[in-house]
């Protein structure tokens, strides 16, 4: 967890809207990453580069690397399996961090 990026949000938008946007963000990851389970090869790179910018902006930084790691390894190999449980665990562990904060 990048706690300097949640701290310049918190800045940015406020204690209260903070709150509302993180869970917009996971709102919308968990959609993406149920999405992923089932996604057609050609749409996979365009999600996790989603998930992979998302993540960047809100301060879940393993997230985002394991993102970017899963990007490059299609771009290298366009038959690879993403290593989808890898990011969804990854994310509920950020996720866990922030519980009780807000």
Not at 15 to 30: H, Q, S
Not at 78 to 92: E, G, L, N
């Amino acid at each position: 967890m990048n706690w300097d990026r949640i701290s310049e949000l918190r800045e940015e938008v406020g204690e209260d809207d903070l709150a509302e946007v993180i869970a917009l963000f996971c709102e919308e990851v968990e959609e993406v990453l149920a999405i992923l389970a089932n996604a057609s090869v050609a749409d996979i790179p365009g999600h996790l580069h989603f998930l992979k910018g998302s993540a960047l902006n809100i301060g879940f930084d393993s997230v985002s690397t394991l993102c970017l790691r899963e990007e490059t390894k299609l771009k290298e190999d366009p038959d690879a399996k993403p290593d989808i449980a890898c990011i969804q665990k990854y994310y509920a562990t950020s996720k866990s961090e922030l519980e009780g904060l807000f």
